[in-house]
């Protein structure tokens, strides 16, 4: 059964950066692209970034791209998120995503 489990979530203001790990059990995470996706209040899910199998390639979405960066930590079954210069539109709950599954997801909150 895949699990993912996003963490590290939280209320930052703006300009301020969170970090978000992903806990991946259940397929074989080291050999699989990985995705960050997010959901704002009352849109749809979105796509934020991709992670490469072995962590060397990374691609973003233009709103996140050199603000955000993220990596894996296969030999943990883990994935992450550096969120930096946060802006209040940055608000959503962030998934990280393998093959259509999201999981349970983490609540981040961008205000003043």
């Known amino acids: 059964e895949v699990q993912l489990v996003a963490s590290g979530g939280g209320l930052v203001q703006p300009g301020g950066s969170l970090r978000l790990s992903c806990a991946a059990s259940g397929f074989a995470f080291s050999i699989n692209t990985m995705d960050w996706v997010r959901q704002a209040p009352g849109k749809g899910p979105e796509w934020g970034a991709s992670?490469?199998?072995?962590?060397?390639?990374?691609t973003y979405e233009s709103s996140v791209k050199g603000r955000f960066t993220a990596s894996r930590a296969n030999a943990k079954n883990r994935l992450h998120l550096q969120m930096t210069t946060l802006k209040p539109e940055d608000t959503a709950v962030y998934y990280c995503?393998?093959?259509?599954?999201r999981g349970q997801g983490t609540q981040v909150t961008v205000s003043s």
């Open positions: 992670v490469s199998s072995g962590g060397y390639r990374t």
């Open positions: 995503e393998y093959n259509g599954d």
